[in-house]
């Protein structure tokens, strides 16, 4: 199974929940994301084309402790992509 747009297009970026544990954990949101994704056992496959961002996304060796990830499967949904949302699976069109 692999994570598809692991970090929703740059929209849970602003996630104000996901910013404070993010900052807990001394990583960037993006890195929380994908290794919250690695732990459920999904092949994350991030886009970038900065530099950072790639080096970023690769440097993930912290563990999300069982609290947090029971806390990150609950979060409310994402209920506007933005301009993504005319992809299906963001639009709801796919459950």
């Known amino acids: 199974m692999e994570a598809y747009s692991p970090i929703g297009h740059g929209e849970v970026l602003q996630h104000p929940c996901l910013q404070v544990m993010a900052e807990h954990y001394g990583v960037s949101v993006a890195q929380l994301c994908l290794r919250y994704d690695l732990q459920l056992g999904l092949s994350v496959i991030p886009k970038s084309t900065d530099r950072t961002h790639i ?3 690769t440097a993930l060796d912290f563990e999300i402790n069982e609290a947090d990830m029971e806390a990150l499967k609950q979060i409310e949904k994402i209920e506007s992509y933005g301009k993504d ?5 963001f639009g709801g069109k796919i459950k």
């Open 55 to 57: 080096e970023e996304n």
């Open 85 to 89: 949302s005319i992809y299906p699976v």
